[in-house]
Each structure stands twice: as C-alpha cells, then as structure tokens.
C-alpha cells in the first residue's frame, strides 16, 4: 500500500493562487501514477491532474493553462500549482496514486480543503 499526505489548502481570492504538495510513502517503488482529484459540495469527485512516473501530464479542460502538476521521484513528491483560481475551484483536493498493473487510482490521501472566494 501506499500512504499520501497532503498540504498546502486554505482559503484564497479569486485570481490567487495555491500550491498543494503530496507525500508519498510505502510501496513507493509501485506506483505508476500520481493525480490530484477534487470533490466540491453535491459533485462526483473528478480528475484535476495526473503525472506518470515518465513525466506525462494530463489535465483537465477546465484546468489547462492555469494548473501545473509536478513530480520529484526522488523524494516521492507530486505538487499542483495553482494559479488565476476561479470561485468554482472550490473543492477539496485529494492526491491519489496508481500502481503499476491496476488501472485505477486506488490509493488515497485525506484531502485538502481550497476554497476561493469572490
């Protein structure tokens, strides 16, 4: 199993910006992936961002150009920057890991609270 430990949420205006950090630990040597989900009040939780262990980042449409989703191997760290927030990025965020072999993200941290306001 892989353990994942956010930080960096809180509260910001519009236009600011964020930077979420996550820790991985445990079975490091098996994941694949790393993503940010997000999950705002009465919504399905949804892919923000994704980074494979070779480098490719996947976005979503609603993120592109404003987010930046980064990887240090090394240190088993996956951070999202997050720039020009709009009110509707309100979420809390959740880093998430795929092993290698399975297709979905089945590892999970706690999640983190981002609310922007207006």
């Known amino acids: 199993q892989v353990q994942l430990v956010e930080s960096g949420g809180g509260l910001v205006q519009v236009g600011g910006s964020l930077r979420l950090s996550c820790a991985a630990s445990?079975?490091?040597?098996?994941?694949?992936?790393l993503g940010w989900y997000r999950q705002a009040p009465g919504k399905e939780r949804e892919l923000v961002a994704a980074?494979?262990?070779?480098?490719?980042?996947h976005y979503a449409d609603s993120v592109k150009g404003r987010f930046t989703i980064s990887r240090d191997n090394a240190k088993n760290t996956v951070s999202l920057q997050m720039n020009s927030l709009k009110p509707e990025d309100t979420a809390v965020y959740y880093c998430?890991?795929?092993?290698?072999?399975?297709?979905?993200?089945?590892?999970w941290g706690q999640g983190t609270q981002v609310t922007v306001s207006s």
């Open positions: 998430a890991a795929r092993r290698v072999g399975v297709s979905e993200y089945d590892n």
């Open positions: 445990g079975d490091t040597i098996c994941i694949s992936a």
């Open positions: 980074i494979t262990s070779g480098g490719s980042t």
